[in-house]
């Protein structure tokens, strides 16, 4: 069982920070690409930002500048730093993680998903 905790969502307002925390659990072998989704009321999940094993990083266009993602691969946890936040910033955040279980076996995992609530 593997199994992604988030932590750090709660109520904001604009032009303040929040930091997201994920950790990941459970019968791991190794995780690859850990990453932040959103998915605001009415709209299709997206990237917010990703990481990868080696500390590579990719940021959806919105956020670029703004938010800084990075993890700790010995606590096999990610974090997200989101800075001068905006309205349009409200959303349930998603940890996701690709990794291998104990048996080699390639999972996808997400989190259960924690709101940012941003007030203008």
């Known amino acids: 069982q593997v199994q992604l905790v988030e932590s750090g969502g709660g109520l904001v307002q604009a032009g303040g920070s929040l930091r997201l925390s994920c950790a990941a659990s459970?019968?791991?072998?190794?995780?690859?690409?850990m990453g932040w989704y959103r998915q605001a009321p009415g709209k299709q999940r997206e990237l917010v930002a990703v990481?990868?094993?080696?500390?590579?990083?990719n940021y959806g266009d919105s956020v670029k500048g703004r938010f800084t993602i990075s993890r700790d691969n010995a606590k096999s946890t990610v974090d997200l730093q989101m800075n001068s936040l905006k309205s349009e910033d409200t959303a349930v955040y998603y940890c996701?993680?690709?990794?291998?279980?104990?048996?080699?076996?390639?999972?996808?995992?997400w989190g259960q998903g924690t709101l940012v609530t941003v007030s203008s």
């Open positions: 990481i990868t094993s080696g500390g590579s990083t």
């Open positions: 996701n993680a690709d990794l291998l279980n104990i048996l080699f076996a390639p999972l996808n995992v």
């Open positions: 459970g019968r791991i072998r190794r995780i690859n690409d």
